[in-house]
């Protein structure tokens, strides 16, 4: 009897109404005068006389589960629903697809600019993202009246007047330098902030990756092959670079280098302006300065630094033309990106 119970309860679990003369039917065949639960009660009778308690417990809770399911049936059709429908299980239907995200683009051209350096040897350094006026300027040949200190240019925060939102990854290589330790083979990525007024073209944050190499008798030779290494790997074997001379206070000589342009390959376009080149980088020779204020013998070794913008590479290599929409969270941007990096 208790087996035919447990399957009249499935029986009961599965039973699907669309419509109210189909709960009628229900009604009929589970608690009409004529129906399961009254014949079921019936058995009662045949029950010996101390289990009938027990067995009483059972089919009294046997009715509640016919007549809650009836009620169920009764309130979702009457909503226009089809009742119980959900908890039918198919298990010959497909699993639901997992959604799988896709890598932000700037994490994702980050993670290509990393793993190209460090296939070169390169270590991964990071550092705080609220720096000192030390770390972030004056190590960096950046006297006081430098105009990138400026208010206008650079973050402060409010508690104290020594502290900014680092306005560069530099900050990090001048760490690693403190430390002592050499030779250093660092690449630097992170997130960086400017006081700039958000467009099309420039934000408040973005992101950078910075390298620095300081040995003995690094040359810029070195730093010309390291970069060409880079531009072949990141871009493709048959792109070529030029090398512009430029300005930085933390190197000297400086440099820009551009490459090949990505869309008409040199020949001239509305993207290089046509000249048939686009800037990706600033580099140099590390200042000598630099090195003394980290305590570095400036006699003895020499290095190299180079420093890209993140969004500026992405933005050429998938050819976005606005950079708010890489902190606008737009599932239609993001979900166009996906990879495995
Ligand atoms: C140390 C010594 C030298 C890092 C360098 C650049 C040139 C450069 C810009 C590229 C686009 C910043 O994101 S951007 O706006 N960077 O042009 N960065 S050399 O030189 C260093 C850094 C640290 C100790």
């Not at 669309?18 to 709960?23: C, G």
């Not at 009662?44 to 009836?70: C, I, P, S, T």
């Not at 198919?90 to 639901?96: E, R």
């Not at 690449?187 to 973005?206: K, M, Q």
Request: charged fraction near 25%.
């Amino acid at each position: 009897m208790l087996e035919k119970i447990e399957s009249f309860k499935i029986e009961i679990s599965s039973f699907i109404a669309t419509k109210t003369d189909e709960v009628e039917t229900f009604r009929i065949k589970y608690l009409g005068s004529k129906g399961l639960v009254k014949d079921v009660m019936g058995e009662m009778k045949h029950v010996a006389a101390d289990k009938k308690r027990e067995f009483g417990q059972l089919l009294n809770e046997f009715k509640l589960f016919a007549e809650a399911k009836y009620e169920e049936l009764k309130a979702a059709t009457e909503n226009g629903q089809p009742a119980a429908a959900a908890e039918t299980l198919d298990l010959s239907l497909p699993g639901d697809p997992m959604r799988v995200g896709s890598r932000h683009p700037i994490s994702l051209v980050r993670n290509q600019v990393v793993s190209i350096f460090q296939r070169l040897g390169f270590a991964v350094a990071e550092g705080p993202e609220i720096e000192d006026d030390w770390h972030n300027f004056t190590a960096l040949n950046m006297p006081e009246n430098h105009t990138a200190r400026d208010m206008q240019d650079t973050f402060y925060i409010s508690q104290n007047p020594d502290w900014i939102l680092r306005t560069h990854t530099s900050s990090v290589q001048v760490r690693e330098m403190e430390k002592g330790k050499l030779p250093i083979r660092i690449i630097c990525p992170g997130r960086v902030y400017r006081n700039e007024t958000i467009s099309a073209r420039a934000h408040c944050f973005f992101h950078q990756v910075e390298g620095l190499y300081i040995a003995e008798n690094v040359s810029f030779a070195d730093l010309k092959q390291t970069l060409y290494f880079f531009v072949q790997e990141m871009f493709g074997k048959d792109f070529k670079v030029r090398f512009r001379p430029s300005y930085f206070p933390f190197t000297e000589p400086s440099a820009e280098m551009d490459i090949s342009c990505l869309i008409c390959g040199g020949t001239g376009c509305n993207v290089c302006k046509h000249t048939g080149w686009v800037e990706i980088l600033g580099c140099g020779m590390v200042h000598p300065n630099l090195l003394e204020n980290c305590g570095i013998d400036s006699n003895k070794y020499t290095g190299f630094a180079f420093g890209m913008g993140i969004e500026r590479i992405t933005m050429l290599k998938y050819q976005i033309k606005d950079l708010r929409l890489f902190s606008e969270n737009d599932v239609r941007f993001l979900k166009q990106f996906t990879s495995a990096v």
